[in-house]
C-alpha cells in the first residue's frame, strides 16, 4: 500500500508514486530538491493502513473522537502570506518533515464529464472551486518512518477564499460526493481518466465543518483509492490527501496533523 501526498491529477500521482515506490524498494531514496512536494518523491506504502474513517454506511470503526474546541475564527481571507505562516512547519507535530511542494503551481485542468462530479475533479486537481484567492501547497513526511515500506506522506493544500466562497467548496463538494458514488470519467490534456467509485467516510470532527471521502481511481487496471478531507476554518479550506498504490484499503489522514493544523488557522 503506498499513501502518497501528490497534489494535482490522480493519474501522474499514480506515475510519479509507483516510480518512486521503486526507487524506494531500491536504495530508499528521500524527497527531491528544497521545494519539492516530499510525498510527490516517495510512494510511501503502507501495508496495514488504519482508516482515516471507514464508509458513513458500513459497520466498520468510526472516526476517531473530536479533538479540543477552539475559539470561534476570525474569518478573515488571509494573504498568501498569511497561509503560508498558517501552515504545519516541521517540528510542530511529532517526527513529521513539511516541505513546500514541488511543481504546486501546475495545477492540471482534468474536467469531469459528468457536471455534478466537476467538484471532485476540482480538487484532485489540486484547485478546489470556487477558486481560492491565494493557495498554499505542502508535503508532510513522517521521518520517523522512513526507509519503510509504510512511510505515511500527506499532501495539504490552504487555499483562502472571499466571504461564503469557503462554504461553497464544501457544500459542493458534499453533494459531488453523493451524486457520484457509482463514480465518473475525466478528461484533460493527459488524456482521460476513470474514477470508478466515490464514498464518503467518517470524518474527524475538525474545523466549522469537513467532510472526508475516498475517490477510487482505476489505474492501468488497478484500483488506486484516493482519500480527501476537506476542513473548513473560516475562510479558509485545508485539503488533506492521501492515496494507496499497492492494495486496495482505505489509507489513512493522521489526525494529529488534522488537529494541528486546523489549530493554526484563525
Request: charged share 20%; hydrophobic share 35%; glycine share 10%.
Amino acid at each position: 500500500m503506498v499513501r502518497n501526498g501528490v497534489p494535482m491529477n490522480a493519474r501522474r500521482a499514480v506515475m510519479v508514486a509507483t516510480a518512486a515506490a521503486l526507487c524506494l524498494a531500491a536504495v530508499a531514496c528521500g524527497p527531491s530538491g528544497d521545494d519539492a512536494s516530499g510525498g510527490k518523491g516517495k510512494g510511501d506504502p503502507a501495508t496495514h493502513p488504519s482508516r482515516t474513517g471507514t464508509p458513513s454506511a458500513s459497520g466498520s470503526p468510526s472516526a476517531p473522537p473530536s479533538p479540543s474546541p477552539l475559539p470561534a475564527s476570525t474569518g478573515r481571507v488571509l494573504t498568501a502570506a498569511e497561509l503560508a505562516e498558517a501552515a504545519l512547519t516541521t517540528g510542530e507535530v511529532g517526527d513529521y518533515e513539511v516541505t513546500p511542494m514541488q511543481g504546486a503551481e501546475e495545477t492540471d485542468s482534468e474536467k469531469s464529464e459528468d457536471l455534478a462530479c466537476r467538484p471532485l475533479a476540482a480538487v484532485i486537481n489540486g484547485a478546489p472551486e470556487p477558486a481560492a484567492t491565494a493557495t498554499v501547497f505542502r508535503t508532510v513526511m513522517d521521518k520517523s518512518e522512513e526507509g519503510r515500506d509504510d512511510q505515511t506522506v500527506v499532501t495539504e493544500i490552504l487555499g483562502s477564499h472571499p466571504k461564503g466562497a469557503a462554504q461553497q467548496v464544501l457544500r459542493d463538494v458534499r453533494d459531488a460526493v453523493q451524486a457520484c458514488a457509482g463514480g465518473f470519467r475525466a478528461a484533460s490534456a493527459d488524456g482521460p481518466s476513470t474514477y470508478s467509485k466515490v464514498e464518503q467516510l467518517d470524518a474527524l470532527k475538525v474545523g466549522d465543518e469537513s467532510i472526508a471521502y475516498q475517490v477510487t481511481g482505476n489505474i492501468e487496471g488497478d484500483k488506486v483509492p484516493l482519500v480527501f478531507q476537506l476542513v473548513r476554518r473560516g475562510s479558509t479550506v485545508v485539503t488533506f490527501y492521501t492515496a494507496d498504490f499497492l492494495d486496495e484499503a482505505t489509507p489513512e489522514l493522521p489526525p494529529e496533523l488534522l488537529i494541528a493544523q486546523t489549530a493554526k488557522l484563525p
